[in-house]
């Protein structure tokens, strides 16, 4: 493909010769002649000017002896490159002699279904859904079009999914939330839990991510929310859309999360709070209150980043300033006697 094509496909222009033939795409240090990089910031432009790749991807224009594509945004642009030359590979559409599925099944066209799926009763299967070995799908549950699942994914009974989902291996979706409530004895007495779970369209669910239906109600994942691997979402939180949930965070029972959310890695979050639109939560943080609209907090408790950054500046100076304590309370005690 020539670079002048290059840059149509993306939105930019060319500085350099248009005519130049590229044939992949790679990093900075991996590239070679007939790749095309791209400059993520300028703490890489050294690595650029040594890298061997034929042409770049730039915000604005760079003084080095390489063949450039200027676009607003460089990274956009490099992963819609690499969707192009490295396409998602499908397996072929078909239904395996070795899938179950039970009574009064509908599947969209084009469906995959791979050795090994089971299909509860009364399932609907949109269009162009590829299903891996070992995905369970249970009863009543209701899959839009384009959805991908990959091996042994778990959709429990009345589970909602719309359309573009991916569900990495592993997930767990519409387990039971988990509550519990003490009997006469004394013992742990199970609250059925009656609800369901919905994910809107261009959600993704990261491996072994697990998803609880609500006590009553649903718990809803909103259009476009991306979780990694390793994510627990209690039962009726309403995770808002566009968000982004980072590996090992937990989200305890009945929390709102606003629009484009960002939840850091190992972060926890109590039950029953309120996260606002575009807040941000420093991995590691553990939040106990509401967390207002744009904020940004860290720590556990979790505070504000300023007073997060002041805190952590202070803990360093801890061993100094206790042994000066300690040197001041010796001098008074000497004043004093």
Known sequence: MKLKEIAEKVGGTVIGDEALEITGVRGVED?????????AGQQYLEALRESA?????????????????????????????????HP?????????????????????????????????????LGDNCVLYPGTFVGDDC?????????????????????????????????????????DEKGRHFKIRQIGTVKLEDHVEVGANSCIDRANLGVTLVRE?????????????????????????AGIAGSCRLGSYVMIGGQVGIADHLQIGDKAMVMSQAGVARDVPAGAIEGGSPSLPRKEYGRGVALSRKLPELAKRIKELEKRLDAIEK
């Not at 899959?143 to 592993?170: A, K, M, R």
């Open 224 to 248: 476009g929310t991306k979780i990694d691997n390793l994510v627990q979402i209690g039962h009726n939180c309403t995770i808002g859309p566009h968000s982004i949930i980072v590996s090992q």
């Open 142 to 182: 209701v899959i839009g079009n384009d959805c991908l699942f990959y091996s042994n994914v778990t959709l429990y009974p009345e589970t909602q999914v719309g359309n573009h989902v991916v569900l990495h291996s592993g997930a767990v979706i519409g387990a039971d939330g988990f509550g519990y409530t003490l």
């Open 88 to 124: 998602l590979k499908r397996p072929k559409p078909g239904v395996d002699s070795r899938a179950a599925m039970g009574a009064n099944v509908r599947l969209g066209k084009n469906v995959t279904l791979s050795p090994f799926v089971c299909l509860g009763d009364n399932v609907v």
């Open 31 to 39: 590239a070679s002649q007939g790749d095309v990089t791209y400059l």
């Open 53 to 85: 790749a034929s042409a770049v991807l730039v915000a604005t224009a760079v003084d080095l002896g390489m063949a450039q594509v200027v676009v607003p945004n460089p990274a956009l642009a490099f992963a819609k490159l690499l969707a192009f030359f």
